[in-house]
């Protein structure tokens, strides 16, 4: 015989399962945590960045353009300038000599060039064949670069009036170079750079 279930059990049933169904629909949903957010790398995180700093880019042909600039200007900077660009030049001197001497067609910038590039290979054949340029200016870096020696008495000026020390002593071939370009110069200025070349301070 089947037993029939009371009706306030069923209605308890009831009502049990609509208080479940009201408190699902209020029960508010939980919004979605946003990513964890990364963690600058360590040299952005500490400290302050360093400023950025634009560094001048060089080369033989800037270096170049920097004489030419100097020269332009009325001389007033070339000596410092000079003095700079022959420092910077001191690994490029043999392809100043060799490339770039011969292509610069101005004489001023060709005869500084001879002397910031030949000052640091007085002994090369490329110094010495500058002594037979068609330029004075040049035959006469050409003499002061042989002798340079740093600490000497200044020689007569370049262009703008760059002056180089010299005591450099020449012997051998550099000095029957020398002699022979001296014999044959006809500029009096030249001739005088000579001249100074030649004479030894020991």
Request: charged share 20%; net charge neutral; hydrophobic share 40%.
């Given at each position: 015989m089947r037993r029939r279930t009371s009706a306030p059990l069923l209605l308890f049933v009831g009502a049990l399962a609509g208080m479940a169904v009201v408190l699902l629909r209020e029960r508010p949903v939980?919004?979605?945590?946003?990513?964890?957010?990364?963690?600058?790398?360590?040299?952005?995180a500490d400290g302050p960045a360093e400023p950025a700093t634009?560094?001048?880019?060089?080369t033989t042909a800037t270096l170049a353009e920097d004489l030419r600039d100097a020269l332009a200007e009325g001389g007033r900077t070339l000596p410092a300038e000079f003095a700079r660009v022959s420092l910077a030049l001191a690994g490029q001197a043999r392809f100043v000599l060799e490339r770039m001497v011969?292509?610069?067609?101005?004489?001023?910038?060709?005869?500084?060039?001879?002397?910031?590039?030949?000052l640091h290979l007085p002994?090369?054949?490329?110094?010495w064949r500058a002594l037979e340029d068609a330029s004075p200016e040049v035959r006469a870096a050409a003499a002061l670069a042989m002798a340079y020696e740093e600490g000497g008495d200044l020689s007569p000026p370049l262009p703008a009036g760059v002056a180089l020390p010299l005591g450099r002593r020449l012997d051998g071939m550099a000095l029957e170079r020398l002699l022979r370009a001296r014999s044959v110069e006809s500029d009096g200025a030249a001739r005088a750079a000579m001249e100074a070349a030649l004479t030894r301070r020991r």
């Open positions: 939980p919004a979605p945590s946003p990513p964890p957010s990364k963690a600058p790398p360590p040299a952005v634009l560094r001048r880019y060089e011969p292509a610069e067609s101005s004489p001023c910038v060709r005869a500084l060039l001879v002397a910031a590039a030949g002994e090369d054949p490329l110094v």
